[in-house]
C-alpha cells in the first residue's frame, strides 16, 4: 500500500508540475521570458514541485483555518444566551455532520485517479485505501492545530481538544463503510450527491446557529458524547472497509458518472444556450455601426443575458422583503438592525461577486460573436475596440445594476423601518451599491478584453485571467469582515469605482489591439 501510495502521490505531483508550469507560460510578462517548452527544463520543474509542495500545504491547512474562523469565529459571534464552550461544541457537531454529508473524499473522481487504475493498471484497492488513509491524516493534521487552539479560547479540555480531530475522521469513515454497504445491498450501484444531502444540510446549518439564537441547545455532555460515539463508529467501520473486494468495481462506475457527467452537462449547456437564443427571422434595429451590431446581440441573447438576473432580483427583492416582515414583528431587534446595516456596507461586496453576471455576459460574447469576428482584423483596431468596450460596458452595466438597485432599495427601507438614517446615510448605501456594480461590469470586461481567457472550445485556458479571479473573490471574502461607517466606506467605493473605471478603459484603448485575440 505504501508503494501505491508513493506511485500515486508522483502522479499527483507530475500532473501539479505541469499544470503550474503551463500557466505560468500563459503569464504575458512570462511567456517571452520562459522556454517554449518549459517541461524539459530541470530547473523549472523542480521550482514547480516547491510551488505544488507550498500548495498542498497550504490547502492543508488554509482551508482548516476559513472552516473555524468563518463557521466558529466569526459566525459564532452572534452572542447566544449560552455559554461559548457549549456553543462552540454544538456547532461543531452539526458541522462535522454537514461536512459528513457533503463531502467524502474516497470516491471523489479524478483525472489523477483515471491515470492511475485505467492507464496505469494500479490495484483499484489499494489504490483507494492508500489515497482515503492519506487523506484522513491530512484531516487529522490540518484541524488539530485549530481543535486545539479554539478548544482553548472556549475553555475546552485539552484531552477533548486532542480527540476532535479523531471525531472528524471517524465520522468520514462511518459515511465510507455506509457507502460501500449500499454499494453491496444495491448491486454495485453508486450512490449519487443529489439535492436531498444538500437540503439537509441547510436545515442542519439553520439548526446549527438557529436554535442556540433561539434560547435552545444540547446539554455540554450529550454533545460530546456524540462527538465521542463517533470514533467508536469510525473503529466499527474499519471492518467494512478493509473486506470490501469491489473497489475496482466502484471506480470504474465513478470515473464512468464522472466523465459522462462532463459530457452531459457541456452538451446540456450547448443545447440549453441554443434555445435561449431567438432565432426569429424579424429581429431587426433602426441603429448604425456597431450600435446595430450590439442591438441585435441584445434582442437575439436577451433570455440567456436576463433570465438569470431576473431570478436573482426577484431573490433579492423577496428576501428583503422577509427582512421588513421580522423587523415589523419582532421590534425589539430593530435597532441592532440598524447599527448593522450602517457599519457592514463592505459585506455587501462578497453579496455583489457572486450575483454579477460578467463572466456569463462575456462568455456569450465569445461564443456568438467576437469569436468569428476576431479573424477580421479592422475589429481588432484600438477605436473599434474601445467603442465595441463602451458599448458593452453600457449593456452589463444595465444587466448587474437591477439588483443591485433592489438591494440598495431594500436597505434604505430596512434602515427606515429599523429607526431611519440622515439622507446622507440613504444617499451612499444606494450610490455605494451601484457602484459596486459598476466595479464588477468593469472589471470582468476589461479582463476579457486585457486577457481573452476563452479557447476555440470556449474553456477558460489563460492561468493569469484564473489567478486574477481568484484575488477577486479573496479580497470581497476580506472585505466582508471590515466594519466601517457607512458614509466613509461609501465614499472610498465610490472614489474606487471612478479611478478603476478611468484605468480600465485606458488599457483596454492601449493593450486590447494586442491582446484581444482568439487563445490557441
Known amino acids: 500500500m505504501l508503494k501505491t501510495l508513493r506511485i500515486s502521490r508522483s502522479i499527483r505531483t507530475t500532473y501539479q508540475v505541469n499544470s503550474i508550469l503551463y500557466s505560468l507560460k500563459q503569464v504575458p510578462i512570462l511567456k517571452n521570458l520562459l522556454p517554449t517548452y518549459p517541461y524539459r527544463v530541470r530547473g523549472l520543474k523542480v521550482f514547480a514541485g516547491i510551488l505544488s509542495l507550498i500548495w498542498d500545504i497550504l490547502k492543508i491547512f488554509a482551508g482548516k483555518a476559513l472552516y473555524f474562523f468563518v463557521f466558529l469565529g466569526w459566525a459564532g459571534g452572534f ?31 479524478s483525472y489523477q485517479r483515471y491515470y492511475a487504475i485505467n492507464l496505469l493498471r494500479m490495484n483499484a484497492r489499494s489504490y483507494t485505501l492508500s489515497h482515503f488513509w492519506a487523506e484522513m491524516t491530512k484531516v487529522v493534521v490540518g484541524f488539530l492545530p485549530f481543535t486545539l487552539l479554539f478548544g482553548w479560547l472556549n475553555s475546552i479540555p485539552l484531552w477533548f481538544n486532542l480527540l476532535l480531530p479523531g471525531c472528524i475522521v471517524g465520522a468520514k469513515m462511518t459515511k465510507m463503510a455506509l457507502e460501500l454497504w449500499r454499494f453491496d445491498k444495491h448491486d454495485g450501484a453508486v450512490a449519487e450527491r443529489n439535492l ?49 473486494k469491489a473497489y475496482r468495481q466502484l471506480n470504474q462506475q465513478v470515473l464512468a458518472q464522472f466523465f459522462d457527467g462532463i459530457d452531459t452537462v457541456t452538451h446540456q449547456a450547448q443545447d440549453n444556450t441554443h434555445k435561449l437564443i431567438s432565432a426569429a427571422t424579424g429581429i431587426t434595429s433602426n441603429k448604425k455601426g456597431f450600435e446595430y451590431l450590439n442591438d441585435l446581440f441584445i434582442k437575439r441573447h436577451r433570455k440567456l443575458l436576463w433570465r438569470a438576473t431576473w431570478s436573482i432580483s426577484g431573490v433579492c427583492g423577496a428576501s428583503v422583503l422577509a427582512g421588513a416582515v421580522v423587523l415589523l414583528l419582532f421590534p ?5 438592525v440598524r447599527e448593522v446595516i450602517l457599519h457592514t456596507l463592505p459585506f455587501w461586496s462578497f453579496i455583489l461577486y457572486f450575483i454579477n453576471r460578467g463572466t456569463g455576459f462575456t462568455r456569450a460574447l465569445f461564443i456568438n460573436c467576437d469569436h468569428s469576428l476576431l479573424t477580421y482584423s479592422f475589429y481588432k483596431q484600438p477605436k473599434t475596440v474601445l467603442k465595441l468596450f463602451q458599448i458593452r460596458l453600457r449593456e452589463i452595466t444595465k444587466i448587474n445594476a437591477v439588483p443591485a438597485m433592489i438591494l440598495g432599495l431594500g436597505l434604505d427601507g430596512l434602515l427606515l423601518i429599523s429607526g431611519g438614517g440622515t439622507w446622507i446615510e440613504y444617499l451612499v448605501i444606494l ?90
Open 431 to 520: 450610490v455605494t451599491l451601484l457602484s459596486m456594480s459598476l466595479f464588477f461590469s468593469i472589471h470582468y470586461l476589461t479582463l476579457y478584453y486585457l486577457l481573452q481567457p476563452f479557447n476555440a472550445g470556449t474553456e477558460i485556458k489563460s492561468g493569469t485571467y484564473q489567478f486574477i479571479a481568484g484575488a477577486t473573490y479573496f479580497v470581497c471574502y476580506l472585505l466582508m469582515k471590515v466594519e466601517l461607517p457607512t458614509i466613509l466606506f461609501g465614499l472610498l467605493c465610490i472614489a474606487f469605482c471612478l479611478i478603476y473605471s478611468i484605468i480600465a478603459c485606458a488599457l483596454v484603448y492601449q493593450l486590447a489591439p494586442k491582446t484581444f485575440r482568439i487563445r490557441q
Open 332 to 336: 425589539g431587534i430593530q435597532s441592532d
Open 196 to 244: 436531498m444531502r444538500w437540503g439537509i444540510s441547510v436545515v442542519l446549518l439553520l439548526l446549527a446557529y438557529g436554535l442556540p439564537m433561539a434560547g435552545y441547545i444540547l446539554q455540554e455532555e450529550i454533545t460530546m458524547g456524540l462527538l465521542i460515539a463517533m470514533i467508536l463508529l469510525g473503529l466499527l467501520s474499519i471492518q467494512q472497509i478493509l473486506h470490501f
Open 79 to 109: 452572542e447566544p444566551a449560552f455559554p461559548a464552550n457549549q456553543v462552540y461544541l454544538y456547532r461543531l457537531l452539526f458541522l462535522t455532520i454537514i461536512g459528513t454529508l457533503i463531502n467524502t473524499s474516497f470516491s471523489e473522481a
